[in-house]
């Protein structure tokens, strides 16, 4: 069952959570079941998450009210249209749901990445800057998840300080690190990824 608030942007989200919370309360239930919510791996399954600590992004509600960095004039930008329109009706669209609600935490994340606290907490974190890098490495093999398949110096943590450090593509793997512990990116480009329970922990 698709439990989505009005006005969705194509799939259940913390406000929809909240929103079966209070229907729940109402009718004497006391107890609400959901499936994993860990990030998802390619086939998009709650069961087959590539983290062990992750929230899925497309969880996370991303709409001014819930997130004050993102403006309003960002947030009509960027689900203008009838593309983001068709995502309220029929099955979820995980790809092009995926892409809307990356583009949106990005918006926000371009006027909350400097503060204190998003440094704070990726310092507290250390996952945090392994998982980054293993989530570049990830869309650097087009969101293969089985990591045995990836060039052998993609393959370990090891490999990956000796060899893909050297390579044009570990710039992006550090403007994931950088969104993650609040530092700006090299190039704009919208990154986002939590912890996995493989070697890249």
């Given at each position: 069952?698709?439990?989505?608030?009005?006005?969705?942007?194509?799939?259940?989200?913390?406000?929809?959570?909240?929103?079966?919370i209070e229907w729940c309360a109402?009718?004497?239930?006391?107890?609400?079941?959901?499936?994993?919510?860990?990030?998802?791996?390619?086939?998009?399954?709650?069961?087959?998450?590539?983290?062990?600590?992750?929230?899925?992004p497309t969880t996370i509600t991303?709409?001014?009210?819930?997130?004050?960095?993102?403006?309003?004039?960002?947030?009509?930008?960027?689900?203008?249209?009838?593309?983001?329109?068709?995502?309220?009706?029929?099955?979820?669209?995980?790809?092009?749901?995926?892409?809307?609600?990356?583009?949106?935490?990005?918006?926000?994340?371009?006027?909350?990445?400097?503060?204190?606290?998003?440094?704070?907490?990726?310092?507290?974190?250390?996952?945090?800057?392994?998982?980054?890098?293993?989530?570049?490495?990830?869309?650097?093999?087009?969101?293969?998840?089985?990591?045995?398949?990836?060039?052998?110096?993609?393959?370990?943590?090891?490999?990956?300080?000796?060899?893909?450090?050297?390579?044009?593509?570990?710039n992006y793997a550090g403007n994931?690190?950088?969104?993650?512990?609040?530092?700006?990116?090299?190039?704009?480009?919208?990154?986002?990824?939590?912890?996995?329970?493989?070697?890249?922990?």
């Amino acid at each position: 069952m698709r439990c989505a608030p009005q006005n969705d942007l194509g799939i259940g989200d913390t406000a929809a959570v909240k929103e079966l919370i209070e229907w729940c309360a109402r009718h004497g239930f006391h107890v609400l079941q959901v499936l994993p919510i860990n990030e998802t791996g390619p086939d998009n399954s709650p069961y087959n998450a590539i983290s062990a600590m992750a929230l899925e992004p497309t969880t996370i509600t991303t709409t001014p009210a819930a997130l004050p960095d993102l403006l309003p004039a960002d947030f009509e930008r960027i689900t203008s249209g009838a593309a983001s329109a068709s995502l309220q009706t029929g099955p979820v669209r995980y790809r092009q749901v995926k892409a809307l609600k990356r583009e949106l935490l990005w918006a926000a994340f371009q006027r909350a990445g400097q503060r204190k606290e998003v440094a704070n907490f990726a310092k507290a974190n250390d996952w945090l800057e392994h998982y980054t890098l293993y989530r570049a490495l990830l869309d650097e093999n087009r969101g293969r998840d089985d990591w045995e398949s990836w060039p052998p110096e993609h393959q370990s943590p090891s490999r990956r300080e000796k060899r893909w450090r050297r390579t044009q593509n570990f710039n992006y793997a550090g403007n994931f690190m950088r969104m993650s512990s609040g530092l700006p990116t090299s190039n704009g480009r919208m990154c986002a990824g939590m912890p996995t329970s493989t070697e890249w922990r």
